[in-house]
């Protein structure tokens, strides 16, 4: 009788273990998906043309969705559309574009880009451009510095110029949820004769502490050059909006985490007056 207790007994600890070491991988082998983060945002300003006394409106908005698969590998869409009006006709572009690449966050970002942009002109002008190009990104503690090259094509109605840039970022984090940006672009179009474009910007951001919402300022100066004329083109234009973010607890996790790729939005929305 006792030998038949002891048995039993033996046979409930071993079946008790077995089924515990059952289920144990069960319980840590559990499959995560990809991470998905975003942002929308919208923006209203003014632009003004040096040499005018005319300042005319500007506004637009962009969406960005970013995925984070296999690992390290991310997927980022974004759409975006920005428009100047007022004292001259209507000017506005509705961009799309696609990053392809891998990501340490601590330490770098790199991949590809691709961006198609159409532009809204006049009733008799059909205009739009595309481009490609390597990007990456550097991360230094709470500086980010993010570089671009690009070549392209633009066409207006059956007129199409051939296309290069160059565009360089620096973002910095005194706090987690306070971005400085610092932008330089330059682009050329040569369509028989160089059109140059140079811009600069900075902008200030501010995210609420655990919202999704953020406040920026931003300021933009670009220079338009044609090879024949004797002219350029200035404008400067400033900005406030505000952002919605998803997937990101922070600026800064938004950054390092999340939809942090862009391409350069053109302060007179064209590549020329």
């Not at 690009?150 to 005194?174: C, E, K, M």
Request: glycine share 10%.
């Amino acid at each position: 009788m006792h030998r038949c207790s002891i048995t039993i007994t033996s046979l409930m600890t071993v079946t008790s273990a077995f089924a515990a070491d059952t289920m144990q991988p069960l319980a840590v082998d559990t499959a995560t998906g990809p991470h998905i983060s975003g942002y929308g945002e919208l923006y209203l300003g003014g632009l003004r043309f040096v040499g005018d006394d005319y300042t005319t409106r500007a506004g637009g908005g962009a969406a960005s969705l970013n995925i984070a698969f296999a690992q390290r590998w991310n997927l980022q869409g974004d759409l975006t559309y920005d428009r100047i009006w007022g004292h001259y006709s209507p000017l506005y572009d509705t961009r799309g574009a696609v990053h392809m690449y891998y990501r340490d966050p601590d330490s770098f970002a790199a991949g590809l880009f691709a961006t198609y942009t159409s532009f809204g002109i006049a009733d008799d002008v059909t205009a739009y451009n595309y481009a490609v190009g390597p990007e990456a990104q550097l991360y230094v503690g709470n500086l980010t510095l993010y570089g671009q090259a690009s070549v392209g094509q633009l066409t207006i109605n059956s007129f199409h110029g051939d296309q290069w840039g160059v565009r360089a970022v620096a973002r910095y984090f005194p706090r987690k949820n306070l971005r400085f940006d610092g932008e330089i672009a330059f682009k050329r179009t040569d369509y028989g004769m160089n059109e140059d474009v140079f811009g600069v910007a900075v902008q200030a951001m501010y995210r609420f502490d655990e919202t999704p919402w953020s406040l920026f300022g931003r300021y933009e100066f670009e220079r338009t050059t044609v090879e024949t004329f004797d002219r350029d083109a200035r404008a400067n234009k400033f900005v406030i909006g505000l952002r919605a973010s998803f997937g990101s607890e922070t600026l800064f996790d938004e950054d390092r985490k999340g939809a942090t790729m862009d391409t350069y939005r053109p302060t007179s929305v064209i590549n020329t007056k």
